[in-house]
């Protein structure tokens, strides 16, 4: 699959050694017809597909799309989906405590607790990079962005709370975990309608929101103060809205992937691309929720 994630483009659910999964790419001479399945041929999130999977020995043995299925093998399911990413966030928190309690930030000690938080997050940029090119997901490598992302999360986190607006923290928190729940029972509902057009639209407003998100950084660095005022006063409110909008719809593109992870019977060791994922796009929410909240509580 295509990347679902407004920062980083990941791989998607991978085809190896005749092992069902979900890169994009066209059957191999010999294997399952293609039909309209997104994952045969490339295009995200067609409708009305057959099982491509059919031939694969880890697959559901029913082959029709909405049929009863009977896994067999090592095919992921949700609990495995939930459980990775129940580690994956885990740890991600768990970093990010440590770091608050072990890494205080005072003015004495400013200078050296943001260059910490920009080493670990260019750090976990470099291994989530490193895993979105990666044929196999590596749970090593994912943990251990979740590691570095946490070190970053905690140290800004603590930043914020401390000198821009005391509870901020908190209240972002609440506010990623509602989106999720929002997103999740609107997606269950069916609310929400993944499709190619969904796909596409999504896409193009994240890259011109990053488009934009780069210029005013190039412009804070040359030029000095908020570059273009993309992220504070009135424009930063309506640029963290539209962050959480969009992280939002990447959600459901999220769980769209899961659940045709699950559907096609994807391998086992594929949730941790799921988690990944998932934990990507929950950090961007929170990150744009915490920048929102500042804005709006501090003195900007």
Request: charged letters at 10%; a positive charge.
């Given at each position: ?5 407004p ?7 991978s ?20 039909g ?10 067609a409708?009305g597909?057959?099982?491509?999977y ?25 609990d495995?989906?939930?459980s ?13 405590v ?33 895993q ?14 979740a ?10 986190s ?19 975990m ?6 999740l ?8 309608r993944?499709n190619?057009?969904f ?5 193009a407003?994240?890259?011109g ?9 190039l412009?804070a ?5 908020d ?7 009135g ?9 959480i909008?969009?992280?939002?719809c990447?959600?459901?593109?999220d ?10 019977g994807?391998?086992?060791e ?5 988690a ?5 796009t ?5 990150l ?11 003195d900007d």
């Open positions: 699959m295509r990347s679902s994630n920062v980083f483009s990941r791989r998607g659910f085809r190896d050694n005749g092992t069902a999964g979900f890169n994009g790419q066209q059957p191999q001479a010999g294997g399952p017809a293609v309209t399945n997104p994952y045969a041929t490339g295009t995200p999130y409708e597909a057959t099982n491509p059919a031939t694969n020995p880890y697959a559901p043995q029913d082959t029709q799309l909405g049929a009863p299925q009977q896994a067999r093998g090592n095919v992921m399911t949700i495995d989906v939930v990775r990413t129940a580690m994956t966030l885990g740890t991600v928190v768990l970093t990010a440590l770091s608050w309690l072990l890494l205080p930030v005072d003015p004495a000690n400013l200078g050296k607790s943001y260059g910490i938080a920009i080493g670990a997050a260019l750090v976990a940029l470099v291994l989530s990079l490193v979105s090119f990666k044929r196999k997901p590596s749970p090593a490598l994912i943990l251990g962005y590691a570095f992302e946490g070190v970053f999360l905690g140290v800004i603590a930043a914020v709370s401390t000198y821009i607006a005391d509870g901020v923290v908190i209240q972002a928190v609440l506010g990623t509602a989106v999720f729940a929002g997103v029972i609107a997606y269950k509902m069916g609310w929400i993944v190619r057009r796909y596409g639209f999504v896409m407003a994240a890259m929101f990053m488009l934009l998100m780069v210029t005013n950084l412009f660095v040359f030029a000095g103060g570059g273009l005022g993309f992220r504070s006063g424009l930063g409110i309506l640029f963290g809205v539209i962050g909008i969009l992280g939002a990447f959600l459901a593109l769980f769209k992937q899961v659940e045709d992870g699950v559907t096609y994807a391998p086992r594929e949730a941790w691309l799921a990944f994922g998932l934990t990507m929950l950090v961007w929410i929170y744009e929720m915490l920048r929102l909240l500042s804005i709006l509580q501090g």
